[in-house]
């Protein structure tokens, strides 16, 4: 069975750095790209990256380019979302997901994570 | 970046009616790349149709996608009470539409 299962709630204070995690299994994890999707409170779905655990390939939204970094160890599979300085407006839940992508077949996130909730205050 | 807009941001209906929800793209995009996902309150998102018409494993006959260009549709009929939810369109596996709240009239 394929599960994705994610790190605990954080609650941090602006500025501090968080590191989440998102761990995969059931299948072979470096064989699938892993996405992480943001969702602040009553609001949408929103695309932030993806990283591919066999070699480490990474894709971020323009949006959050230089505001996260995603990153794999395909040794224990799991995958991460760090923060180095964290704003009151990254309070949101966050999601990894299993994206499936097969060029001219489709692409899409078929197995998702329980969630981390985030919460930065002072 | 492609933009994906949904349409209504609310549907008020009632169980056994049929749901439309749109999704309209920016540019042009391959109907294989197009996905729709369901969320519940409190819940992640689930996978519902890929490939702009092709069911997940699991999902009710009664949810279908259709569509081609920049227009898609999610088609969802005899409603149930389990269906009201929200529901995103996905292009390319990244950007997703911002979302149609389907909820009991």
């Known amino acids: 069975e394929v599960q994705l299962v994610q790190s605990g709630a954080e609650v941090k204070k602006p500025g501090e750095s968080l590191k989440i995690s998102c761990k995969g299994s059931?299948?072979?994890?470096?064989?699938?790209?892993i996405g992480w999707v943001r969702q602040m409170p009553g609001k949408g779905l929103e695309w932030m990256g993806i990283?591919?655990?066999?070699?480490?390939?990474?894709r971020y939204s323009p949006s959050f380019q230089g505001q996260v970094t995603i990153s794999a160890d395909k040794s224990i599979g799991t995958a991460y979302l760090q923060w180095s300085s964290l704003k009151a407006s990254d309070s949101a839940m966050y999601y990894c997901?299993?994206?499936?992508?097969?060029?001219?077949?489709?692409?899409?996130?078929?197995?998702w994570g329980q969630g981390t909730l985030v919460t930065v205050s002072s | 970046e492609i933009v994906l807009t949904q349409s209504p941001g609310t549907l008020s209906l009632s169980p056994g009616e049929r749901a439309t929800l749109s999704c309209r793209a920016s540019?042009?995009?391959?109907?294989?790349?197009v996905a729709w996902y369901q969320q519940k309150p409190g819940r992640a998102p689930r996978i519902l149709i890929y490939?702009?018409?092709r069911r997940a494993t699991g999902i009710p006959d009664r949810f279908s996608g259709s569509g081609s260009g920049t227009d898609f549709t999610l088609t969802i009929n005899r409603l149930e009470p389990e269906d009201f939810a929200v529901y995103y369109c996905?292009?390319?596996?990244?950007?997703f539409g911002q979302g149609t709240k389907l909820e009991i009239k």
């Open positions: 997901a299993r994206h499936f992508r097969v060029a001219t077949v489709a692409y899409y996130f078929d197995y």
């Open positions: 996905q292009q390319y596996g990244r950007t």
């Open positions: 990283i591919h655990p066999g070699d480490s390939d990474t």
């Open positions: 059931g299948y072979s994890f470096t064989s699938y790209w």
């Open positions: 540019q042009i995009i391959s109907s294989s790349y």
């Open positions: 490939g702009a018409s």
